[in-house]
């Protein structure tokens, strides 16, 4: 057997058998008799609970509740079928499972209020109804927050929001949901240890003063008794026989009723006792409801002591509010003097005395105890999960709601520091809210701020974003390599085309080359009309600027070719790459500011653009930047020129292709048109003009045709001696 299979088995049959264990084991035990010490409680099983002959359970409510206790072997039938029928889903499964030990709880806990009605029926219990009880309750509290972890770490939006937060949270700190638990349960908690307090203290004392009441009115009783059959034997063991058979049918019954009185027949009169009356011993137990056996030593008789402090408190009236407590022997007293009318006053001859055991008195306190704390910790319990339940509804939304804004946030840090290719999409934010209330409302805003950015950002340059992110308005100097584009033609192609047609025209080609230029870790600086301005920084931005330069031209290629067989206008791009130091800052006014890039670099890189008119070119670059290229790319040296508004002159070089790439006839035409060149500035025309002709014959090499115009001219009007072989350009 696979352990898949294995698995999927264990599932379904350990619930089963717990749950028939719980049904057929032992669940509570009947209350304790406190006056039989003989009497052995019985012990109730699950399955008999219901139609348990015990008077408690049949005048309870809890005897119909009860029958629910019946269910159990129904559910663990239905996971043996679950064994048979594998489409039952296991979230049915788990909910049985804890509807099972809900009712097994239950039954337990009813019974618990129902027999319980001292401490010593806790200790009476059997080991083994403490152990069941106790890993139901553990296992219903393990599966009840199982599932609420299970449910929340199952939501791939909860998991990804939290993985994103717990990387965002570098210091411990108390969560809104942590808040709120705390807050929440601990006011639950300080209103149900007040309301417990409350009611079982007020309770204590009423059951207290109620009792006192009968104690002390039987107390009072008794005497009264004994007085008005003046000590006769038969009157007075008739009413300590009707006391035995009344106290049967109490609520709250007493242990015994004593008279105890003197044996000699002194006279001390009541009204005449003070500090310094000498007292008759009151030794003689005369009469009790309880048996002579069963009464304690010290208790058959009363002594000097005991009897000042009894009549104390008879003039003083504390009898009236509080009995006479034995902690020791659990129990309390409550005493009355007896007395007997003479012409001289009430002739003291001995007291009456009522015995509760305070286990007796304390049942209905007790009882009640335990259903306020039972109810009390089911319902902190249940608090305690609504809570959870509670909190994950409010706090959620929160989570996913912060993780939406950090992921947008941080993929817009992430692109303005460069680290990520930047691009409009990720200034997007995703709205994952699916709550009906103020979070959602709150998403929907800043859903739409971002919205707001997303379409502001394409008209502005990444540099600015990037500059304006870091807070600084000041120039500094920077090593950068600048690229410049010019659609040739696009005068003409706009001629009697619409305004419409002519944008669209020229942001379909402007986006293609903007998206290379993106890729090969470029910024786009600015547009002007259909030129363009970028500029590519680090080690490598010679080599990426001339790699996106060759990608440009692959991509114009390919729209010219489709340009033919649509029959449209055919464009093509010209471009001028230099790199070096520059100043880059800030222009503008106060209320407009971009950053750009000024100095000599940039100029001369616009120039070089322009120059590949005067060539036939595509590409042109600077001996700056054909020395970084080393052999990563075919270069031709193209010329030594002075460009307009410079006095220096420039050596600048073609790329022809990426070296990788390359095929052989683009070294022959650089090996040509190279040789060519070196024959040209040594005035050598003839040999020049065939190395020109060769390769624009074999290859319609337009700067060879250019050169070979210029020959031409020079044969003509052969230049001055001091001539060095500058072309001075006098057009941009």
Not at 241 to 267: C, E
Not at 327 to 352: D, E, H, M, N
Not at 365 to 390: A, E, M, P, T
């Amino acid at each position: 057997m696979s352990l898949k299979k294995f698995s999927f088995y264990l599932i379904r049959l350990i619930p089963a058998a717990v749950i028939l264990l719980l049904f057929f084991s032992p669940i509570t035990m009947e209350s304790i008799e406190l006056y039989d010490e003989t009497y052995l409680p019985t012990t109730l099983f699950s399955f008999n609970l219901p139609f348990s002959v015990s008077p408690l359970i049949q005048t309870s409510v809890f005897k119909i509740l009860d029958c629910a206790i019946y269910l159990l072997p129904l559910i663990a039938a239905f996971f043996i079928y679950t064994c048979f029928n594998k489409k039952i889903p296991y979230k049915v499964i788990y909910i049985l499972t804890i509807a099972a030990l809900s009712i097994y709880l239950f039954c337990s806990i009813s019974s618990l209020i129902i027999f319980a009605n001292t401490i010593r029926w806790f200790k009476n219990l059997e080991p083994v109804i403490y152990v069941l009880f106790f890993f139901a309750v553990i296992s219903h509290i393990t599966l009840t927050f199982f599932g609420m972890y299970f449910n929340r770490t199952t939501n791939p939006e909860y998991k990804d929001a939290k993985e994103i937060i717990k990387n965002i949270n570098k210091k411990h700190r108390f969560s809104i949901k942590t808040k709120l638990i705390l807050i929440v349960i601990g006011t639950i908690l300080a209103i149900l240890i007040t309301f417990t307090l409350l009611i079982l203290s007020g309770y204590k004392t009423q059951i207290t003063e109620a009792v006192s009441d009968i104690g002390r009115a039987q107390s009072e009783q008794t005497a009264a008794v004994y007085e008005t059959a003046e000590g006769e034997n038969k009157k007075i063991s008739s009413f300590f026989s009707s006391q035995k058979v009344s106290n049967g049918y109490a609520s709250s019954p007493f242990d015994r009723i004593d008279i105890i009185i003197s044996s000699i027949n002194a006279q001390v009169f009541m009204e005449d006792i003070t500090e310094t009356t000498e007292l008759p011993p009151f030794d003689t137990f005369a009469y009790s409801t309880g048996r002579r056996k069963s009464v304690p030593e010290d208790e058959l008789t009363i002594t000097d002591a005991q009897a000042r402090e009894y009549i104390k408190r008879f003039n003083t009236g504390l009898y009236l509010r509080e009995p006479i407590y034995n902690k020791a022997r659990g129990t309390c007293k409550y005493i009355y003097p007896i007395t007997l009318q003479r012409q001289a006053g009430r002739k003291l001859v001995g007291f009456s005395i009522v015995t509760y055991k305070e286990e007796t008195l304390m049942v209905p306190y007790f009882k009640i105890k335990i259903l306020v704390f039972s109810c009390s910790l089911i319902f902190l319990y249940i608090s305690i999960v609504l809570i959870l339940f509670l909190a994950d509804f409010i706090t959620n939304p929160l989570i996913f709601l912060r993780a939406n804004v950090h992921r947008t946030s941080d993929a817009i840090s992430q692109t303005i520091s460069g680290h990520s290719k930047f691009s409009t999409e990720s200034f997007s934010f995703e709205d994952t809210i699916k709550t009906n209330d103020e979070i959602k409302e709150l998403s929907l805003e800043i859903d739409n701020t971002f919205s707001l950015i997303k379409g502001i950002v394409p008209y502005i340059s990444f540099s600015t974003l990037k500059n304006a992110d870091k807070g600084s308005s000041s120039s500094r100097s920077r090593d950068l390599c600048f690229l410049f584009t010019d659609i040739r033609g696009f005068t003409s192609l706009c001629e009697n085309r619409s305004p419409k047609d002519i944008v669209e025209i020229l942001n379909h080609y402007l986006d293609i080359e903007t998206e290379i230029i993106l890729n090969n870790n470029g910024d786009v600086d600015k547009f002007v009309g259909d030129e363009m301005m970028a500029f590519f920084s680090g080690p490598k931005k010679e080599y990426n600027a001339c790699k996106a330069a060759m990608e440009i031209r692959a991509a114009m290629r390919k729209e010219q070719k489709q340009a033919l067989k649509e029959g449209t206008d055919v464009i093509s791009i010209g471009i001028g790459i230099n790199s070096g130091k520059v100043v880059f800052g800030s222009v503008g006014s106060k209320s407009r500011m971009d950053f750009t890039s000024i100095g000599d670099t940039v100029n001369l890189a616009a120039r070089l653009e322009g120059a590949n008119k005067a060539y036939g070119s595509k590409s042109i670059i600077t001996e700056t930047v054909y020395k970084k290229l080393k052999d990563s790319f075919i270069c031709r040296e193209l010329d030594f020129i002075t460009v307009k508004g410079k006095k220096e002159p420039v050596r600048i070089y073609e790329i022809l292709q990426i070296s990788s790439e390359a095929q052989e006839k683009l070294y022959e035409i650089k090996e040509l048109f190279e040789k060519g060149l070196h024959l040209y500035r040594k005035q050598n025309w003839d040999k020049a003009q065939t190395y020109f002709t060769e390769c624009a014959e074999k290859y319609n090499d337009m700067p060879s045709i250019i050169f070979l115009d210029r020959i031409k001219h020079f044969k003509k009007n052969p230049p001055d001696k001091k001539w060095d072989g500058v072309f001075v350009m006098s057009v941009k």
